[in-house]
């Protein structure tokens, strides 16, 4: 604990970068490295380094959960309940156990058993086999006899609201107290029918505050379920022996995914070993253990023998988690300048089968606004459940809230950025706001539908909140070897976001190297535990350790060394593949030949993330947390076909934040992905549930419609540096942040383009052309 540490003060550099560096004292837990320059001073931290597991990844050579094959591994199927609600009477292994291929077979639904007697949506698993084969698997589950007892059913938020809907739970007791993934969710609240809330959240007195208003804005929002569609699906190879049990894993959490499984096998900790090496996506899915997991780990035990479970596309839409859907009550009270008075929120929000489908905290904590109330409600269906998404309940909520603001703007006749620049206290902001609308041409934008042709275009801003999240059980391990070469090594994985290149670059730039001169070791749980890679805090919670980590052991290079340079150690410094003396650089010596003089053959340092200086923990429940988080601000210009309903987006600009920036190429390929994914969102994706049978009717990539390369904009993207002197890196993530502005950017947009407002997701040809009163809108 940082408190408990002896302290010493330094002086960091602070503030936004294109605005104007000052200086701001810390004090920081003795054993930390002194302050990191800016980037501009700095040789390797803030350039872009290319990724070091990219040449791997584009020539196939990168070794993901589904290529791990091991000796006498069997191949695990599961056989799911064909309907979304159903008692089982019984089941009858006895044929498929007789397979010639069958190695172990578990029923995981149980007619005897009054928790597992009852299926809740189309694709819960109910039997599991590990055969020698996929198609001997396969065989044995088709000779699998299940008596099912059909149950009335609901796949549809407001019909699952109604008293007279049928009960996805019949009881407290029944129904999940927490969210599988961790993510906060309304928990040990009542539940009414099919409805679990309100979670409340409450500061002033909004009566008072609509009394106070000049204006009141409403409004009614929606969101669709969306799917993670992680390009590399989901997967396990589970190795259960005598002496532990090894699990390779597509995974978020490789230290997470340990204690889930010592505990539910009743292993100790160093008994279990979680792998993973190249992953390609997670987005919130991959966080934990899942049902996929438990279920490959115990064929493995009852087989004794690897046992491999990747699920297919199918089972992934059906089964791997998703983007709760939402509708949202947005009200907003204000002054004639703008001041806000008052803002409630009411909110119902299905996460299937699970909870977790607030709308996040958009609406409480972006604008200044001294009276609040939100009542959050999760409503149970008969669907799979979803779990935390790429900034879940922030990108839903902005959609509502930032179309608000738009809609505010509009009826008081000011400019939406002045308006915000009014009521948001961020300087970060608006400072994004100030550079983007200087990029994207704002003064460009016309009135509402004030294009003559059918062919309409428009321009719309929206702005995000984030939490600046931190592990603090994050560890890092660097090694230095006689031959000068190094390793650093954590837990943590790297999701595919560039996680082990910024590692790299973070203990290059200590011991004045280059980031390909660092060998990255991570995903393994042999190595200090790291931190998820899940809340944007994979960046702030290991870089930070990476780099004391380097600095104590580049101390203890510099300390060998300093009599063969007749220099004091604190007079020495590391650059450019040099020990050099400070005040003279002609005097040195090649890295390699300070290394060859180390008494040991290797020598090593181990570091954990300390508090964040300025109190992480401290601000936590503090509302001026929201002011000190993460931004972003995106503006969208979109191209609307009044006769076909298409909207094209052309560009989209980004200005982001994430306090010290580490390498900016990859942060463009994280911000791009975040756009894409929030277009995708805006204009596309739906999961469809058929209202007759429960089932998904486009459980694939090709009735669930991705955004493609041709609907690609082109995207501008401006990264703020902002130094808050926070941690021995000061950086922080981006992956979320970039995810939540666009879906409402592009609506602002289309707004501006046709002069309707769409306040339901996916903004498809048919809504359109409904708003537009062209066609009748779907109801
Ligand atoms: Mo993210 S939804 O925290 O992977």
Not at 586 to 613: C, H, K, N, Q
Request: glycine letters at 10%; proline letters at 7%.
């Amino acid at each position: 604990m940082a408190n408990e540490q002896s302290l010493r003060t330094a002086t960091f550099p602070s503030g936004i970068a294109s605005v104007g560096l000052g200086k701001v004292e810390r004090q920081v837990p003795v054993g930390e490295p002194p302050p990191l320059a800016p980037n501009s001073e700095l040789a390797v931290i803030g350039k872009s380094a290319p990724r070091q597991d990219g040449r791997a990844k584009v020539t196939g050579a990168a070794r993901f959960t589904a290529d791990v094959f091991l000796p006498g591994m069997l191949y695990a199927r599961v056989l799911r309940s064909p309907l979304p609600h159903a008692r089982v009477r019984s089941i009858d292994i006895s044929a498929a156990s007789r397979h010639p291929g069958v190695r172990a077979i578990v029923p995981i639904a149980s007619p005897d058993d009054p928790h597992r007697a009852t299926l809740r949506y189309v694709g819960e698993p109910v039997v599991a086999v590990a055969a020698a084969s996929m198609a001997a698997a396969e065989e044995a589950l088709r000779l699998v006899r299940v008596d099912y007892q059909s149950l009335p059913f609901v796949v549809e938020l407001d019909y699952a609201r109604a008293q007279s809907a049928p009960p996805v739970y019949v009881s407290t007791e029944e129904a999940p107290g927490g969210h599988p993934s961790g993510w906060p969710a309304a928990t040990n609240l009542p539940l009414n029918g099919n409805v679990r809330g309100p979670a409340i959240s409450r500061r002033g007195d909004v009566t008072q505050g609509f009394k106070d208003a000049t204006i009141v804005v409403e409004g009614e929002y929606r969101t669709q379920v969306q799917t993670h569609c992680c390009l590399e699906p989901h997967g396990i190879v589970a190795d259960w022996r005598a002496d532990g049990l090894t699990v390779y894993m597509s995974t978020q959490y490789t230290t997470g995914v340990r204690h889930e499984l010592a505990e539910e096998f009743g292993l100790p900790l160093n008994r279990v070993r979680v792998v993973v090496e190249a992953m390609g996506g997670g987005f919130g899915s991959k966080s934990a253990l899942g049902n996929y997991g438990r279920i490959a780990v115990e064929l493995s035990r009852r087989a004794q023998a690897p046992v491999r479970l990747v699920l297919d596309r199918q089972e992934e839409q059906m089964d791997s988690g998703n983007r709760p859907g939402t509708w949202q009550r947005l009200r907003i009270g204000a002054k004639r300048d703008g001041t806000l008075t008052a803002i409630s929120l009411l909110s119902y929000g299905t996460a299937g089968i699970a909870l977790g489908a607030g709308v996040g905290f958009n609406a409480e904590a972006l604008y200044a606004c001294p009276n609040f109330d939100g009542a959050q409600h999760d409503v149970f269906i008969d669907a799979g459940p979803g779990c935390a998404m790429r900034a879940p309940g922030n990108t839903p909520g902005a959609f509502g809230l930032e179309q608000a603001i738009d809609e505010l703007a509009e009826r008081l006749d000011i400019d939406p950025l002045t308006l915000r620049d009014r009521i948001d206290p961020s300087p970060v902001r608006r400072e994004e706001r100030r550079i983007g609308a200087e990029r994207v041409g704002w003064q460009r934008r016309h009135k509402p539908g004030a294009d003559a042709g059918p062919i309409k275009r428009g321009l719309g801003v929206a702005q995000s909140l984030w939490m600046a999240n931190v592990q603090l059980d994050s560890s890092c391990e660097v090694r230095l070897m006689r031959d000068g070469s190094v390793e650093v090594l954590s837990s943590v994985q790297d999701i595919g976001t560039g996680t082990g290149t910024v590692m790299a670059q973070t203990v290059a730039e200590v011991f004045g190297l280059r980031a390909e001169n660092i060998t990255v070791r991570i995903g393994d749980t042999e190595f200090p535990p790291g931190p998820p890679s899940y809340g944007s805090r994979a960046t702030a919670s290991i870089t930070p350790p990476a780099r004391t980590a380097a600095w104590h052991v580049l101390q203890l290079l510099l300390r060998e060394v300093a009599l063969a340079l007749n220099a004091a150690p604190e007079d020495l410094i590391a650059r450019d593949g040099r020990i050099l003396i400070r005040d003279d650089p002609s005097r040195g010596m090649p890295f390699a030949d300070a290394a060859a003089r180390l008494r040991t053959d290797r020598i090593s340092a181990v570091a954990s993330r300390s508090d964040d200086y300025a109190g992480f923990l401290r601000r936590m429940g503090d509302a001026a947390l929201a002011h000190q988080a993460l931004g972003g601000v995106q503006f969208a210009e979109v191209a609307v076909d009044t006769e076909t309903g298409i909207v094209r987006v052309e560009r989209v600009v980004a200005v982001q934040d994430c306090g010290r920036p580490m390498n900016p190429r990859q942060i463009e390929s994280q911000v791009h992905g975040g756009i894409l994914m929030g277009l995708s969102y805006a204009l596309f994706e739906e999961r469809i549930l058929d209202q007759h049978t429960g089932r998904m009717v486009n459980p694939d990539l090709e009735h669930y419609k991705l955004a493609g390369p041709r609907e690609t904009p082109a995207i501008d993207l401006v990264i703020l540096e902002n130094y808050q002197g926070n941690s021995a890196t000061d950086a922080y993530g981006i992956a979320e942040p970039a995810n939540i502005a666009t879906a409402p950017a592009i609506a602002n947009a289309v707004y501006n383009a046709i002069g309707v407002r769409l306040r339901s997701l996916p903004m498809t040809p048919a809504a359109i052309l409904g708003a537009l009163g062209k066609i009748p809108q779907r109801s």
